[in-house]
């Protein structure tokens, strides 16, 4: 049976869940998306908050005696909420970098979209693995494994017990960024290789057929064989995403054990 009744030790314990669960949302991927309203991301926020503080047995506010303590529980929150957020994110900064460096190869770096989900300028390859990967994440409902992610943070992170250790943190730092290239490489790694062995058999033509202006037919061959092993590739995505997936999950992992 659920209690309805409200005090105020109730209100302070229900706005640090909103504090993580809206920092969060603000950084995870899928939810961090920018064409969704804030109101909208206001609301889930404040639904997920709700929903978690009524499976919550016990509502027990650290002790604190004054508004800068209970300041610096709500900034504890939100700096929990970011990390987790922003950690498992890693989808996103993983495929945007596998873009670019196949933009780059190809010869299309100078092509640049306004990516409307994160408003920022990038590649053409980079949008489609983005969106890519976005979709298979919403087939594969990878965004209810985040939210029971979250609601399990509140278990293994009580409010308020958030732990910020600089050795376990930048642990986490440095996996990330070794994830971030190793994978990123290993996407586009098909790209770049035809791309250097097309380089490689056009400085032989160079050798052997002078005569012929390399520059502006290498440029055009470059373009075709690049896209074309691009649309070649991109079917193994799925399996590709699998391999993104784990280590996004391995990432959030480790971000939450970091805060214990």
């Not at 987790?84 to 092509?111: Q, T």
């Not at 160079?206 to 470059?222: D, L, R």
Request: charged content about 10%; proline content about 3%; glycine content about 4%.
């Amino acid at each position: 049976m659920i209690d309805h009744s409200f005090s105020y030790t109730d209100l302070e314990f229900f706005l640090l869940i909103f504090v993580r669960i809206s920092c969060f949302v603000v950084t995870a991927p899928f939810f961090s998306i920018q064409n969704v309203p804030r109101r909208a991301k206001a609301g889930w926020s404040f639904f997920l908050a709700f929903v978690i503080y009524e499976t919550m047995e016990m509502h027990v506010v650290p002790s604190y005696s004054t508004l800068y303590g209970y300041a610096a529980l709500v900034l504890k929150e939100a700096i929990a909420g970011l990390m987790m957020g922003f950690f498992s994110n890693i989808c996103n900064s993983v495929i945007n970098l596998a873009g670019r460096l196949a933009d780059m190869e190809i010869g299309i770096s100078m092509i640049s979209l306004l990516d409307p989900t994160t408003r920022e300028q990038t590649g053409f390859t980079g949008v489609l693995y983005q969106y890519s990967i976005m979709l298979i994440m919403m087939v594969t409902n990878l965004h209810h494994y985040f939210i029971r992610a979250l609601s399990e943070t509140f278990t293994i992170i009580p409010i308020g017990m958030a732990r910020f250790s600089s050795d376990k943190i930048m642990t986490v730092i440095m996996q990330y960024l070794d994830d971030y290239v190793f994978i990123a490489f290993r996407i586009c790694l098909p790209v770049v290789a035809t791309i250097m062995l097309t380089n490689a058999v056009l400085g032989i033509l160079v050798k052997t057929a002078p005569q012929i202006n390399m520059f502006s037919v290498g440029i055009q061959i470059k373009l075709f064989i690049g896209l074309a092993t691009l649309m070649i590739t991109i079917g193994v995505l799925p399996s590709a995403s699998d391999f993104i997936f784990n280590e996004m999950k391995v990432m959030v992992t480790a971000v939450v054990r970091s805060l214990t």
